[in-house]
């Protein structure tokens, strides 16, 4: 059983950064790929980046060069860190990791808020 811990999120101003953590507890090489999905209430959950176990990454076009996934196998840690924040990047942030046999796994959430 895997379970993820997201912490980091919090109020920024427009321009400012903030770093997202996920602590996974178990093995995370048994998840080959995590990543970071968002929500804004009542929308649709969308992937902003994921992360291969080799440390591959994809990411969303709408956050290209403003974040950065990361993943420490050590530390069971995967960051997201996110750089010029703007208010339509306000969500909540969900960690995920998916198994080898195909489960999904599912942190709470962080919520993040852009706003003066």
């Known amino acids: 059983q895997v379970q993820l811990v997201e912490s980091g999120g919090g109020l920024v101003q427009p321009g400012g950064s903030l770093r997202l953590s996920c602590a996974a507890s178990?093995?995370?090489?048994?998840?080959?790929?995590m990543g970071w999905y968002r929500q804004v209430p009542g929308e649709q959950l969308e992937l902003v980046a994921s992360?291969?176990?080799?440390?591959?990454?994809n990411y969303t076009n709408s956050i290209k060069g403003r974040f950065t996934i990361s993943r420490d196998a050590p530390e069971n840690t995967i960051y997201l860190q996110m750089n010029s924040l703007k208010p339509e990047d306000t969500a909540v942030y969900y960690c995920?990791?998916?198994?080898?046999?195909?489960?999904?796994?599912w942190g709470k959430g962080t919520l993040v808020t852009v706003s003066t």
């Open positions: 995920s990791g998916n198994s080898w046999g195909g489960t999904v796994y």
């Open positions: 992360i291969t176990s080799g440390g591959s990454a």
């Open positions: 178990g093995r995370m090489f048994s998840l080959p790929v």
